[in-house]
């Protein structure tokens, strides 16, 4: 079958010719020709070549409505009262009564998502007096526009000579598929800017919400601190009996239980500042050349001390040889200090805790922490290193962390450019790695 239409633009007399028409109007979207002129020379065409006077490229709001389906106008020429609302509508989203007599066609179309052909056009009352100009509808044709099984958007022609066939339908398939393709291409771009949109939102919400916690502990370190002072001072007073002796015994241990108390929520104040200063990027690590073996061992001297008190044995393993690495020696040994806080804790009565130090592939230095507790739960796993998890802990419910130990050391391993890491193996208990690099350039200083 062969149209041939003779208007102002030219003339297309076979296939080939608007097949040609169809291929430079893809390349100019694909180059990034602006959409509106895009589409509005696919409308053109398609009322060249089916001789229409009136059209319209139109896709659906995503997700479509059954109810009350929204139209995104692409591109319009019509003859309504409020035809220069449509055209200046594209990326708006507009109610189908926009349309005017073509509601009924449309609406039906979009509905059962089939071809939708009306001859014989009746006469439909409007909200607005038509316009001088305006041209009456006498016959119509809405091409449902899919996306496989998922409609999508629509074309709509009205006022052709001797009305609309299902063969006009098919004779312009091409270029239904390409207009489907290009409203496809709009609607998915949308949805990534909708998805940009909403992920920049999250974003500001994520950042103002981290202000607010700043704000929050700053205020709680003065509305702390002024007072835990005082209590520390006092009771230090208290336990000094400076001022008088305090009787009995029992007095004693109430001092030594504020004291012990109050320092211990003052550790709680400071690790919870530190660690803010550490999330918000304000902390500045010292490094310098050090003597890993040097700081290990202290560690190891340590953790014995701790371990003893608790019936808890310490293995403790190093290289024989030197091992010198660019760091914050105080960042490390906080490091350090806080796995085996953890491992101390969760470590049972005769059981044992092995500190490693190794030199790891690729110039790397490994402190490792490993203990013969319960392990790690699976929710601790799935949380580990991230902060105020209860998964600070391990599998034993009654000892939970305070959330912020294991965050605290992830993120100091990772400014010297290291890495930290659980280590499970069934019925062993935990193992805690952290690797960090020897040299400076690898460093991550804020």
Same mark, same amino acid.
Do not use: W
């Given at each position: 079958?062969?149209?041939?239409?003779?208007?102002?633009?030219?003339?297309?007399?076979?296939? /080939?010719?608007?097949?040609?028409?169809?291929?430079?109007?893809?390349?100019?979207?694909?180059?990034?020709?602006?959409?509106?002129?895009?589409?509005?020379?696919?409308?053109?065409?398609?009322?060249?070549?089916?001789?229409?006077?009136?059209?319209?490229?139109?896709?659906?709001?995503?997700?479509?409505?059954?109810?009350?389906?929204?139209?995104?106008?692409?591109?319009?020429?019509?003859?309504?009262?409020?035809?220069?609302?449509?055209?200046?509508?594209?990326?708006?989203?507009?109610?189908?009564?926009?349309?005017?007599?073509?509601?009924?066609?449309?609406?039906?179309?979009?509905?059962?998502?089939?071809?939708?052909?009306?001859?014989?056009? /009746?006469?439909?009352?409007?909200?607005?007096?038509?316009?001088?100009?305006?041209?009456?509808?006498?016959?119509?044709?809405?091409?449902?526009?899919?996306?496989?099984?998922?409609?999508?958007?629509?074309?709509?022609?009205?006022?052709?000579?001797?009305?609309?066939?299902?063969? *006009?339908?098919?004779?312009?398939?091409?270029?239904?598929?390409?207009?489907?393709?290009?409203?496809?291409?709009?609607?998915?771009?949308?949805?990534?800017?909708?998805?940009?949109?909403?992920?920049?939102?999250?974003?500001?919400?994520?950042?103002?919400?981290?202000?607010?916690?700043?704000?929050?502990?700053?205020?709680?370190?003065?509305?702390?601190?002024?007072?835990?002072?005082?209590?520390?001072?006092?009771?230090?007073?208290?336990?000094?009996?400076?001022?008088?002796?305090?009787?009995?015994?029992?007095?004693?241990?109430?001092?030594?239980?504020?004291?012990?108390?109050?320092?211990?929520? *003052?550790?709680?104040?400071?690790?919870?500042?530190?660690?803010?200063?550490?999330?918000?990027?304000?902390?500045?690590?010292?490094?310098?050349?050090?003597?890993?073996?040097? *700081?290990?061992?202290?560690?190891?001297?340590?953790?014995?001390?701790?371990?003893?008190?608790?019936?808890?044995?310490?293995?403790?393993?190093?290289?024989?040889?030197?091992?010198?690495?660019?760091?914050?020696? /105080?960042?490390?040994?906080?490091?350090?200090?806080?796995?085996?806080?953890?491992?101390?804790?969760?470590?049972?009565?005769?059981?044992?805790?092995? *500190?490693?130090?190794?030199?790891?592939?690729?110039?790397?230095? /490994?402190?490792?922490?490993?203990?013969?507790?319960?392990?790690?739960?699976?929710?601790?796993?799935?949380?580990?290193?991230?902060?105020?998890?209860?998964?600070?802990?391990?599998?034993?419910?009654?000892?939970?962390?305070?959330?912020?130990?294991?965050?605290?050391?992830?993120?100091?391993?990772?400014?010297?450019?290291?890495?930290?890491?659980?280590?499970?193996?069934?019925?062993?208990?935990?193992?805690?790695?952290?690797?960090?690099?020897?040299?400076?350039?690898?460093?991550?200083?804020?």
């Amino acid at each position: 079958m062969i149209i041939t239409v003779r208007n102002n633009t030219g003339t297309y007399r076979t296939d /080939r010719d608007f097949l040609e028409i169809i291929t430079e109007i893809q390349t100019e979207y694909l180059s990034g020709t602006d959409p509106d002129t895009v589409f509005g020379k696919m409308l053109k065409l398609i009322q060249d070549v089916t001789e229409s006077e009136f059209g319209v490229i139109a896709g659906f709001a995503s997700p479509i409505s059954t109810d009350n389906p929204k139209a995104v106008i692409h591109s319009a020429n019509l003859a309504t009262h409020d035809c220069s609302k449509v055209k200046s509508g594209r990326a708006a989203d507009f109610d189908l009564s926009t349309f005017g007599v073509l509601e009924d066609s449309i609406r039906q179309a979009s509905t059962t998502n089939e071809l939708v052909i009306e001859n014989t056009v /009746r006469s439909k009352a409007h909200s607005e007096p038509m316009p001088i100009s305006a041209r009456s509808y006498k016959s119509m044709m809405c091409i449902p526009l899919s996306d496989g099984p998922n409609l999508i958007g629509f074309i709509a022609l009205a006022n052709r000579r001797g009305g609309y066939r299902v063969s *006009l339908r098919d004779y312009i398939q091409p270029i239904i598929a390409t207009t489907a393709a290009l409203v496809r291409s709009e609607r998915l771009y949308q949805e990534r800017l909708d998805a940009r949109a909403l992920l920049i939102q999250e974003k500001e919400r994520a950042e103002n919400a981290n202000r607010a916690k700043s704000n929050f502990l700053s205020s709680m370190s003065h509305d702390l601190r002024t007072p835990l002072n005082a209590i520390l001072g006092f009771s230090e007073i208290l336990q000094g009996e400076y001022f008088g002796s305090l009787g009995s015994q029992k007095n004693k241990e109430y001092v030594e239980l504020i004291q012990s108390s109050g320092k211990s929520l *003052l550790s709680y104040v400071d690790r919870l500042l530190a660690f803010d200063a550490i999330e918000q990027e304000n902390y500045t690590l010292n490094v310098a050349q050090t003597d890993i073996i040097e *700081l290990f061992g202290e560690f190891c001297s340590t953790v014995k001390e701790k371990a003893a008190a608790l019936d808890i044995n310490i293995e403790c393993q190093t290289p024989a040889t030197a091992v010198m690495a660019e760091c914050d020696p /105080r960042a490390i040994m906080r490091v350090l200090n806080n796995l085996s806080a953890n491992a101390l804790k969760f470590t049972p009565p005769n059981g044992t805790i092995t *500190l490693t130090l190794d030199e790891a592939p690729e110039a790397d230095i /490994r402190f490792t922490v490993a203990d013969t507790g319960p392990g790690f739960s699976e929710a601790a796993l799935e949380g580990f290193g991230m902060p105020f998890s209860a998964e600070d802990a391990f599998v034993a419910d009654e000892q939970k962390g305070f959330g912020i130990g294991l965050a605290e050391c992830k993120r100091l391993i990772e400014l010297h450019g290291g890495n930290l890491e659980a280590l499970e193996e069934a019925q062993s208990g935990a193992t805690v790695s952290a690797t960090i690099p020897t040299k400076h350039d690898a460093l991550e200083q804020v």
